[in-house]
């Protein structure tokens, strides 16, 4: 086994779909497990999501590196047995149906793991598999409502306000790896196999639980963590400031010439500033629009004070330090040279991006179809090669 690719020895079969399934999917991947993507024969409805460049999106082209991909028709019962039979030999198993669909379709963990003992089973749904809202869709939109989170996230007019990624499906992903990693971790121990139920629902609540723990503490409402630390504006555009602590703010106070604000007992701690924001935002505002972003950088790193340009994407990927960190590989994708960032404490990035399909007749043949069978399998309809992918042989 590669001692930097530790999940090398790992079969896994991708049966979900979207980006959390797949994305933990492809972290499993990318630390070196043999990944087979099984996706209906018009693929994976991430494929779809958002501007297609042929078979790809930018979403897909994320979630999907480094698997093989094989087209299979489940809706009728020869799909269901062959991707039955494909699953017989696998360490993990990942699906994303409702709660009881992967079961009527023969995929469930009770049937897999009665001829697998060993599996690793992950189940990545909405709302968990229990209670009233089990059956109910549940996406990344959705459970940012349902989650509480798009209420924390309001903008300058109050209104609830959507985090502008798919931040529940990402972190439910990093969820999902992480038991996983421990579940197979028991395995080797003798542990045997494991039935893993990851909801977008629960992942939320994992994620935003200082938020919860405050709703008891502070039922009328939080205060304000490090006020005034915030987002600004300067003369020629934003820039974000952030205090952790208290000398922070008369660092803040003398970098922008303001410092009768601490002569003003309002404006001693981080609670009483946060009690009289109104009174203090102001000062600060007028203060900021001063000079340019630039200039502001400047003055506050002299000062020791914490502070960021607001930056857009192509912003980041010019920064000196991310480009100094190697923090974005170029790769070649079938769309053509992409930036892609490096996963946090994995190797490089590796692997290539299937076509829909675009492994079917490799799969096959690895579990022991002859090319008549194949051939069989693609008249009747239950899988679906690609125009990429190799002949059989």
């Given amino acids: 086994m590669n001692v930097s690719l530790p999940f090398s020895a790992l079969r896994v079969i991708d049966a979900s779909q979207g980006y959390a399934g797949p994305y933990c999917a492809m972290l499993m991947a990318q630390h070196g497990a043999q990944v087979t993507k099984i996706e209906p024969p018009e693929g994976d409805w991430i494929r779809g999501m958002g501007t297609r460049h042929g078979e790809h999106t930018a979403l897909d082209l994320a979630a999907n590196r480094g698997k093989r991909s094989i087209a299979i028709d489940m809706h009728a019962e020869p799909g269901r047995a062959l991707a039955r039979r494909l699953a017989g030999g696998c360490d993990v198993f990942i699906e994303s149906f409702r709660p009881g669909v992967a079961d009527k379709l023969g995929l469930g963990y009770a049937a897999l793991a009665a001829a697998n003992p060993n599996l690793v089973y992950l189940s990545i749904n909405g709302f968990g598999p229990d209670g009233p809202d089990a059956a109910r869709p549940g996406t990344d939109t959705i459970l940012q409502a349902f989650s509480g989170m ?6 300058a007019a109050g ?24 579940a197979l971790y028991s395995r080797l121990g003798g542990g045997g196999g494991h039935h893993l139920e990851i ?20 039922p009328a409402g939080a205060r304000s963590l490090n006020a005034p630390a915030g987002i600004y504006r300067s003369s020629d555009g934003w820039i ?7 000398a922070q703010f008369r660092s803040l106070a003398a970098a922008i010439g303001r410092e009768d604000l601490l002569a003003d007992a309002r404006f001693d701690t981080f609670e009483t500033r946060a009690r009289h924001l109104p009174a203090l935002l102001p000062a600060i505002e007028r203060a900021l629009l ?3 972003t630039t200039e502001w950088l400047q003055r506050f790193a002299a000062a020791d004070v914490l502070c960021s340009r607001i930056n857009g994407i192509a912003d980041w990927l010019a920064e000196p330090q991310v480009q100094a960190m190697g923090a974005v590989a170029e790769a070649l994708a079938p769309v053509g040279a992409i930036p892609l960032p490096l996963i946090p404490g994995a190797c490089k990035p590796h692997g290539d991006w299937p076509p829909i399909g675009g492994d079917g007749q490799q799969v ?24 990429q992918s190799p002949p059989a042989t």
Avoid: H, W
Wanted: include cysteine.
């Fill in 159 to 182: 209104n609830p306000s959507r985090v502008g990624f798919l931040i529940v499906d990402a972190l439910s992903a990093l969820y999902a790896f992480q038991a996983l990693s421990v």
């Fill in 199 to 218: 909801s977008l629902m629960q992942s939320c609540a994992a994620f935003l639980a200082p938020k919860i723990i405050e709703s008891r503490l502070e």
């Fill in 364 to 387: 096959l043949r690895a579990a022991g179809f002859s090319k008549d069978e194949i051939d069989a399998l693609v008249a009747a309809g239950t899988v679906r090669l690609s125009t």
């Fill in 290 to 292: 001063g000079a340019t």
């Fill in 150 to 155: 798009m209420a924390l996230n309001r903008d």
């Fill in 240 to 246: 974000a400031l952030a205090l952790s602590k208290e």
